[in-house]
């Protein structure tokens, strides 16, 4: 086999799995599900919609932070689906989800995917009490050395 005839292929494997991988991420099941469910998405687009297999953006499980988008059609529109998503304490969790019809205005679909599931975001509480104390006693005397003279002038 030439060797840009096995490079093709290799690109073409590489291509496929990385595509799989963002396919089943759990952001984009999530997304797929309220999606097809909405009534919203299936007004502006005709029922029944159809998402996309491929999938396109980023998901770093070490940051925690993915931006991921799919296509989708109904019987009347097709548009693009954008999902945007955190990872706290292993699991992910929607911030933003948003269709996107083609010639049309953005339709924002968070509180919609909020309402079905019952589930949002963390909020930020002010009164809530420290979940873990830290057992380890501060440190002793600390010394820091200055070198002598103003800071910035020879």
Do not use: Y
Not at 20 to 33: D, F, I, M, N, T
């Amino acid at each position: 086999m030439p060797f840009a005839l096995r490079l093709s292929v290799c690109l073409v494997m590489l291509a496929a799995a990385g595509c799989g991988r963002l396919a089943s991420h759990p952001l984009v099941k999530e997304a797929k599900e309220e999606v097809q469910a909405n009534a919203r998405v299936a007004a502006a687009l005709g029922a029944p919609v159809e998402c996309g297999t491929a999938v396109r953006g980023t998901a770093n499980e070490t940051d925690g932070i993915a931006t991921l988008q799919f296509d989708v059609k109904g019987t009347k529109a097709a548009g693009v689906v954008v999902v945007e998503g955190k990872k706290t304490k292993n699991e992910w969790g929607v911030t933003m989800l948003e269709l996107r019809p083609a010639g049309a205005e953005k339709l924002s679909l968070t509180a919609d995917l909020e309402a079905r599931t019952g589930t949002d975001t963390p909020k930020f509480d002010p009164a809530a009490k420290p979940g873990t104390s830290s057992s380890a006693a501060p440190p002793g005397d600390i010394e820091i050395a200055l070198p002598p003279g103003i800071p910035g002038q020879p």
